[in-house]
């Protein structure tokens, strides 16, 4: 059983439960409101290995080692869960449930995209000078990252403005989008998400003043839906590897 996790609002996890029901697959989406709702969840850490049960309003019940791969786009313990505690200890709970969760996709079997980490629950949100940072390692051609003591410190985690130019996904080790950037950035791409540990990582490109492509932007939870079909063909391939 393939496992999409996300929030209610996210527009490119139903679009990518859709694509893979289009190729035969039957996806499981699991939002932050139905993890809210779980009458009984069970977490077992041991010797034999590691597993998780939950069970949900109506009877339904999920096991972790009947699951297979997971699309895994949730950030941080979902926002249905958040809303219903308060009081002094809150930041307290939020950040035990975040271990909690932390501890149980990481006990699911199969393939990840992405594996959870401490930085974020679907891979690791980097500030993006780090992004940037990483990629020129990588060997992409980067856009210059500017701050400085007078910029609102928490202006650079806002999303740009606007779509991407173009968009190059990285779905395991497959590299997808527009055929000129593919061939160009194709290994530099791989090595960035290998450097990331994300093994779904969508980089955001753009054309700077002397028309030559940059890379601005990098993200492990990219909008999914520009893919289109080839996109969809790479994340049912990983899914079910």
């Not at 393939?111 to 020129?136: F, I, M, V």
């Amino acid at each position: 059983m393939i496992l999409v996790l996300c929030d209610e609002a996210d527009h490119s996890a139903f679009w990518a439960a859709e694509a893979l029901r289009a190729r035969g697959l039957s996806p499981l989406l699991l939002t932050g409101a139905d993890f809210a709702a779980v009458t009984r969840w069970r977490h077992s850490v041991g010797a034999a290995g590691a597993d998780c049960e939950l069970h949900f309003k109506g009877g339904g019940r999920l096991r972790g080692k009947e699951t297979g791969g997971v699309l895994n786009r949730l950030s941080f313990v979902p926002a249905a869960w958040r809303r219903s505690i308060g009081g002094p200890d809150c930041e307290y709970a939020l950040q035990e449930m975040f271990a909690f969760y932390l501890s149980w996709l990481h006990a699911l079997p199969g393939p990840k995209l992405n594996p959870p980490t401490p930085q974020g629950l679907g891979g690791n949100w980097r500030h993006p000078s780090a992004w940037a940072a990483l990629a020129s390692a990588a060997g992409l051609p980067v856009a210059p990252y500017r701050q400085t003591s007078e910029d609102d410190p928490a202006a650079p985690w806002r999303r740009q403005a606007g779509p991407a130019a173009a968009t190059l996904h990285v779905v395991g080790s497959r590299v997808v989008g527009p055929g000129e950037l593919v061939r160009s950035y194709k290994e530099s791409c791989l090595r960035l998400a290998r450097a990331a540990g994300a093994t779904l990582l969508g980089v955001e490109f753009a054309r700077d003043v002397d028309a030559a492509w940059r890379m601005t932007r990098a993200s492990v939870t990219p909008d999914l839906a520009g893919g289109g079909a080839d996109l969809a063909d790479s994340l049912a391939e990983a899914l079910t590897s």
